[in-house]
């Protein structure tokens, strides 16, 4: 199985701040990869898929890269509703992993 | 829109079975598949397999094979998560979530692209 690797598992930042999530995939699974946020209480939500492709109506302060093992979600400048917990995915080969998880939160 | 509507929460003894639903709208069902993603409270998300919609072949994720059947039925737009021998540890969440496709010059992928609200499992005796 790709064993997928996130972190920070945990950051606190302040709303106006750039924040980078980054998530390593075990072997190479070229840009087979999705981003997705959860909420508290919530099912999770996609956010991106591809590695940087934007599903429709998430916010343009959110942006994805890399390719091969090592990917980032950045978002650009937070806002308050950008907390929650943070999961990669890669869909290149099954099982189809995600990582542990980061969680966001507001200073 | 694309929604996916679960059934509601379950409470179940150990070593019963539990099965779920996922009713989609919005989409034609037969040309997406459906995976199914579980999360134990606290904890993160954990895929269990996917069933394509067009033909109700299904992956599944070696965990959870022998004691998971993931079914479809057209004619209602409907997917369905069916677990045996339920253990406490079965507790949890239950996601479904379409899967998505496109293409590259590499090849066809199916990204998840809309979930389902969840539905609580509990197993307590």
């Known amino acids: 199985d790709i064993q997928m690797t996130q972190f920070p598992a945990s950051l606190s930042a302040s709303v106006g701040d750039r924040v980078t999530i980054t998530c390593r995939a075990s072997?190479?699974?070229?840009?087979?990869l999705a981003w997705f946020q959860q909420k508290p209480g919530k099912a999770p939500k996609s956010l991106i898929y591809?590695?940087?492709t934007f599903h429709s109506g998430v916010p343009t302060t959110f942006s994805g890269s890399g390719s091969g093992t090592e990917f980032t979600l950045t978002i650009s400048s937070l806002h308050p509703e950008d907390v929650g917990t943070y999961y990669c995915q890669q869909y290149m080969s099954y099982p189809y992993t995600f990582g542990q998880g980061t969680k966001l939160e507001i200073k | 829109q694309v929604l996916l509507v679960q059934s509601g929460r379950e409470v179940k003894k150990p070593g019963a079975s539990v099965k779920v639903s996922c009713k989609a709208s919005g989409y034609t069902f037969s040309r997406y598949g459906i995976s199914w993603v579980r999360q134990a409270p606290g904890q993160g998300l954990e895929w269990m397999g996917w069933?394509?919609?067009?033909?109700?072949?299904?992956k599944y994720a070696q965990k959870f094979q022998g004691r998971v059947t993931l079914t479809t039925d057209t004619s209602s737009s409907t997917a369905y998560m069916e677990v045996r021998s339920l253990r406490s540890d079965d507790t949890a969440v239950y996601y479904c979530a379409r899967m998505g496709y496109y293409s590259d010059t590499t090849g066809e992928y199916y990204p998840i692209d809309h979930w389902g609200q969840g539905t609580q499992v509990t197993v307590s005796s």
């Open positions: 069933i394509s919609g067009k033909n109700g072949n299904a």
């Open positions: 591809a590695a940087s």
């Open positions: 072997q190479g699974i070229k840009n087979s």
